[in-house]
Nanobody
Framework: QVQLVESGGGLVQAGDSLRLSCAAS????????MGWFRQAPGKEREFVVT????????YYTDSVKGRFTISRDTSKNTVYLQMNSLKPEDTAVYYC??????????????????WGQGSQVTVSS
């Protein structure tokens, strides 16, 4: 059974930092692109960032460029999302997801095969 297990969400103030983690089962981690999406109340799920299976290539949505950083640790089968300079508009449930490498770079959540349970990130002003 493939699983993605997230941790690290919470309540912070604007300008603070948080790091989300997503631990993946080994079978998928080494060969899949990993991504982070977020969904705010009443809004559609939104692409945030993706990283290639090698970790060498990343794509960010414009609103988080320069503030968020994705990374992956193959030895720990874990992908991280470091979020700095958080803003109230970053408030959402954050999901990690895995997609076959043929879909790497896609912003479409429908091509991601596996999803974590979601982590709530709340940024107060």
């Amino acid at each position: 059974q493939v699983q993605l297990v997230e941790s690290g969400g919470g309540l912070v103030q604007a300008g603070d930092s948080l790091r989300l983690s997503c631990a993946a089962s080994g079978r998928i981690f080494s060969s899949y692109a990993m991504g982070w999406f977020r969904q705010a109340p009443g809004k559609e799920r939104e692409f945030v960032v993706t990283i290639s299976f090698s970790g060498g290539t990343t794509y960010y949505t414009d609103s988080v460029k320069g503030r968020f950083t994705i990374s992956r640790d193959t030895s720990k089968n874990t992908v991280y999302l470091q979020m700095n300079s958080l803003k109230p508009e970053d408030t959402a449930v954050y999901y990690c997801a895995a997609a076959a490498m043929s879909y790497f770079g896609s912003y479409n959540p429908n091509v991601y095969s596996y999803w974590g349970q979601g982590s709530q990130v709340t940024v107060s002003s």
